[in-house]
Nanobody
Framework: QVQLVESGGGLVQPGGSLRLSCVAS????????MGWYRQAPGKERELVAD???????NYADSVKGRFTISRDNAKNTVYLQMNSLRPEDTAMYSC???????????????WGQGTQVTVSS
């Protein structure tokens, strides 16, 4: 089995920073893309940022210049550094990863349960 677990969410004031982490564990052979998504109440889930194994990144326009995605391939971990947070960044943040599992022998997208980020004064 493969599991993704996020951490680092919480309550922060506008202009503050948070760093999210997502660790993939289990019967993993290889990981391709990893990414962060968010979903605010009443809105559709949207891509925040994603990153390839080689470090190529992609960001939503709304977070460019404020958020930075990175990964540690040796630790099967992806990070999201969020600076200059705004109330509109409030959402449930979830990570995903495209993984070849040793138990199912196919490439498959796995998701974490999510971590809540609330930006409020």
């Amino acid at each position: 089995q493969v599991q993704l677990v996020e951490s680092g969410g919480g309550l922060v004031q506008p202009g503050g920073s948070l760093r999210l982490s997502c660790v993939a564990s289990g019967s993993i052979s290889s990981i391709r893309g990893m990414g962060w998504y968010r979903q605010a109440p009443g809105k559709e889930r949207e891509l925040v940022a994603d990153i390839t194994p080689g470090g190529t990144t992609n960001y939503a326009d709304s977070v460019k210049g404020r958020f930075t995605i990175s990964r540690d391939n040796a630790k099967n971990t992806v990070y999201l550094q969020m600076n200059s947070l705004r109330p509109e960044d409030t959402a449930m943040y979830s990570c995903n990863a495209y993984i070849w599992s040793l138990s199912v022998y196919v490439w498959k997208v796995y998701w974490g349960q999510g971590t809540q980020v609330t930006v409020s004064s």
